[in-house]
């Protein structure tokens, strides 16, 4: 089931590759569980665990609803948020004004940032087995 949010939302829907929230709403004294939240052009949808009991969805429009969101779900996000900020600054800082941010994930258990550079940004290679046995090996002179 699914409750649509035309004016606003304290839900933070999926977008810009974060992660949406989640929760619980109350709606004439039933708590349902926010499984997702999704942004649909001005909407906000509200993704329940199961269905709301009255068919007629008219019966709920101008109800009083009371949703809780998951403080912890949601600092975690807003974190690794920041994270990214702070990653691409630096990365700028660095690399120069020319990088670019060009796409990013925030989940709850990590953060993900892709930047554009016009050349490798690969600074250090790990050697390989093989070269790292040949730099043990004494050399025949």
């Keep these: 089931m699914c409750i649509r949010d035309r004016d606003r939302s304290a839900?933070?829907?999926?977008?810009?590759?974060?992660?949406?929230?989640?929760?619980?709403?109350?709606?004439?004294?039933?708590?349902?569980?926010?499984?997702?939240?999704?942004?649909?052009?001005?909407?906000?949808?509200?993704?329940?665990?199961?269905?709301?009991?009255?068919?007629?969805?008219?019966?709920?429009?101008?109800?009083?609803?009371?949703?809780?969101i998951d403080e912890g779900r949601r600092r975690q996000l807003r974190c690794h948020h920041t994270a990214t900020h702070i990653v691409f600054a630096a990365c700028r800082k660095v690399l120069g004004p020319h990088v670019w941010q060009n796409g990013a994930k925030k989940t709850t258990d990590q953060a993900h940032l892709d930047i554009t550079h016009f050349t490798s940004c690969l600074l250090y290679t790990s050697p390989s087995p093989r070269?790292?046995?040949?730099?043990?090996?004494?050399?025949?002179?």
Aim: aromatic fraction near 8%; glycine fraction near 10%; charge should be neutral.
């Design 11 to 68: 839900y933070y829907p999926t977008s810009g590759g974060q992660a949406h929230d989640i929760g619980t709403i109350e709606i004439e004294g039933e708590v349902y569980n926010v499984s997702s939240c999704e942004k649909v052009g001005k909407c906000v949808l509200h993704i329940l665990d199961r269905p709301l009991p009255n068919p007629d969805n008219s019966f709920y429009v101008g109800k009083k609803v009371v949703g809780q």
């Design 131 to 141: 070269d790292r046995q040949k730099s043990r090996m004494p050399s025949s002179a």
